[in-house]
């Protein structure tokens, strides 16, 4: 009885802590920085802090994992960057979020193995890979991304390149290695795919693009079947990695004539 | 990548909203009072001798899941506005 108590409570956290992002994004979408900031604050020492007296109990690797939701944006808001060379600002925010989500990995005890780093099945980690091209030319249909001009300029374009790719591991470590692992700790497969793909797709609200939001969503739920079904994130990382390459640099290349 | 650095985050970045805001000196105090936090959890757990040596380390250890990042901030904060007054 105790223990169905202790579930249902952290059930309703997830769904608390999925509305509390999604308010503070509301936030920020609508220029209320300093808000959301406080918002997102909030959610992140309330997370900890309830991590912290859940320890060696099944939710507490998801109150730990989530906290890595309102720290992208804490890091994302607090860093000023003017005067800062554009291709340098995504390295210095994804620094600490690759270092942060690599304590909280180890702090869960997820294994290379549950973040997916499986190099067998070759051929299907690649085709998985060769998706994220299509949907990246799907998006850049959708979107339109005039960003060519900046990140095709030749002497930065190397750069770009593997930082892109990286921006695409890192997302995939943390929404399917840690996040999406952390929910199945504790509920459905089912569940955990779109209380994963809400925070996906509530991260992205600050486009202010309804469409955007959706794609984000439909996206992460076609990469956590993937990830459900292979077992591996290998495939993904290239995928997510192909897929900002795509939106970013090949298809304003091609279609806006930048060459 | 829009999860990590949208266009809006960028521009607030930019435009150095968290030093107007003062964004990047609430993070500095609440850096400060982390440090004291694991400071007094250690001093505690320390005379509660009988607790398990796993769960104390493991208490202690979800601080640095914010101690980290926000060391990290504070340290570029401090040498950005070091390299703007220099200019």
């Known amino acids: 009885m105790k223990h169905t108590v202790v579930i249902y409570k952290d059930k309703l956290f997830c769904w608390v802590f ?22 997102y604050l909030f959610i992140f020492i309330s997370s900890l802090t309830i991590a912290s007296f859940k320890y060696q109990q099944p939710a507490y690797s998801l109150y730990v994992s989530l906290v890595l939701v309102p720290l992208t944006r804490i890091i994302s808001i607090s860093i000023p960057l003017s005067g800062i060379p554009e291709v340098f600002e995504c390295i210095v925010v994804s620094i600490p979020l690759f270092i942060t989500g690599a304590i909280v990995a180890k702090m869960v005890d997820l294994t290379y193995t549950d973040l997916g780093f499986k190099f067998g099945k070759l051929h299907s980690r690649l085709l998985t890979g060769l998706l994220g091209i299509l949907l990246g030319y799907v998006r850049f249909l959708l979107f339109q991304s005039g960003k060519a001009e900046i990140y095709a300029a030749p002497e930065v374009l190397i750069i770009w390149i593997l930082l892109l790719m990286f921006l695409g591991f890192l997302e995939e470590f943390i929404y399917r290695g840690i996040i ?5 700790s504790l509920l459905s497969k089912k569940k955990a795919v779109y209380f994963t793909s809400f925070l996906y797709a509530a991260l992205t609200i600050s486009t202010k693009s309804f469409v955007n939001v959706l794609f984000a969503f439909i996206i992460s739920i076609i990469f956590c079947g993937l990830y459900n079904r292979q077992k591996s994130l290998t495939g993904l990382y290239l995928a997510h990695g192909l897929m900002n390459l795509t939106v970013y640099v090949i298809c304003p290349l091609i279609f806006n004539n930048r060459f | 990548m829009d999860t990590i650095i949208t266009r809006s985050t960028e521009a607030f970045c930019r435009g150095n909203v968290s030093s107007v805001l003062i964004i990047d000196l609430m993070l500095i105090l609440l850096l400060a009072g982390l440090l004291i936090v694991q400071e007094f959890l250690e001093l505690n757990y320390a005379q509660r001798w009988l607790l398990q040596t796993d769960t104390k380390f493991n208490k202690v250890k979800l601080i640095y899941i914010a101690k980290i990042p926000f060391f990290y901030i504070f340290l570029y904060v401090f040498f950005y506005q070091a390299l703007q007054i220099a200019k």
């Open chain 1, 180 to 184: 999406y692992n952390a929910f199945l």
């Open chain 1, 18 to 39: 999925s509305i509390l992002v999604f308010t503070a994004e509301i936030f920020l979408a609508f220029q209320n920085i300093y808000t959301s900031f406080i918002l």
